[in-house]
């Protein structure tokens, strides 16, 4: 179950400050996907990669960032933290017979 | 309309009954469909992939109607650590990075 680990696990920010959020996985898979869970709106895309170097925006990228230099690493930047960006963070990777995704542990992120 | 629609509960139910949930997704064109569980404050994990003829997998049985566009999960016999919210999720198919389309759950809570 610890193919895939997010660092820090809580944090607590100002507004205005960067951050960011780290994503390993020990599986080389090559797809990785990084979410924002919030009440009444379920798990939302906001970037994913799909190699290194290789990312693509989701459904809810303004305000974020991310970099993948390496197949086991994906950041989450949020350059300028808004208190909207409070928020559940997951980051998944892609794998199994059904590409289903699989998840880490989560970020509990508040901006002050 | 949203693209996965469940219903949010909680429903609340008496060990060792049983319990459906369903969830109506709005693209025809979707292939992959699965169930997540999430335990409070916890990753979504998965719990079954959801094929065309039907599946089971000991107490839980996920049934798919394309025609209806729609899943359903069966829960027999429910256990007390049956309790948490469960995730309908579709894959729509748009390219190959298998972007998610997660419904917001339904809760479940089993009762002694």
């Known amino acids: 179950d610890a193919g895939i680990t997010q660092s820090p696990r809580h944090k607590v920010t100002e507004t205005g400050t960067p951050v960011t959020l780290r994503c390993h996985q020990t599986?080389?898979?090559?797809?990785m996907y990084w979410y924002r869970q919030d009440p009444g709106h379920g798990l939302r895309l906001i970037h994913y990669?799909?190699?290194?170097?290789?990312?693509d925006k989701g459904e809810v990228s303004d305000g974020y960032s991310v970099s993948r230099s390496k197949t086991e690493d994906f950041l989450l930047t949020l350059e300028s933290a808004t208190s909207s960006q409070t928020s559940v963070y997951f980051c998944?990777?892609?794998?199994?017979?059904?590409?289903?995704?699989?998840f880490g542990p989560g970020t509990r992120l508040t901006v002050l | 309309r949203k693209e996965v629609e469940q219903d949010p509960g909680p429903f609340n139910v008496p060990e060792g009954a049983t319990v459906a949930f369903n969830c109506t997704y709005s693209?025809?064109?979707?292939?992959?469909f699965f169930w997540y569980r999430q335990d409070c404050r916890k990753e979504p994990k998965l719990l079954m992939s959801?094929?065309?003829s039907g599946n089971e997998d000991g107490r839980f049985t996920a049934q798919l109607n394309r025609a209806s566009q729609y899943i359903s999960l069966l829960i027999r016999d429910s256990k007390l650590s049956d309790s948490a919210t469960y995730l309908c999720?579709?894959?729509?198919?748009?390219?190959?990075?298998?972007?998610?389309?997660f419904g917001t759950g339904t809760r479940l809570q089993v009762t002694l």
């Open positions: 998944a990777m892609r794998g199994g017979v059904s590409n289903e995704q699989f």
């Open positions: 999720v579709v894959n729509p198919n748009t390219g190959t990075a298998s972007k998610l389309t």
């Open positions: 693209n025809s064109a979707s292939q992959s």
């Open positions: 990669s799909y190699g290194v170097k290789d990312t």
């Open positions: 599986e080389n898979h090559r797809y």
């Open positions: 959801v094929y065309s």
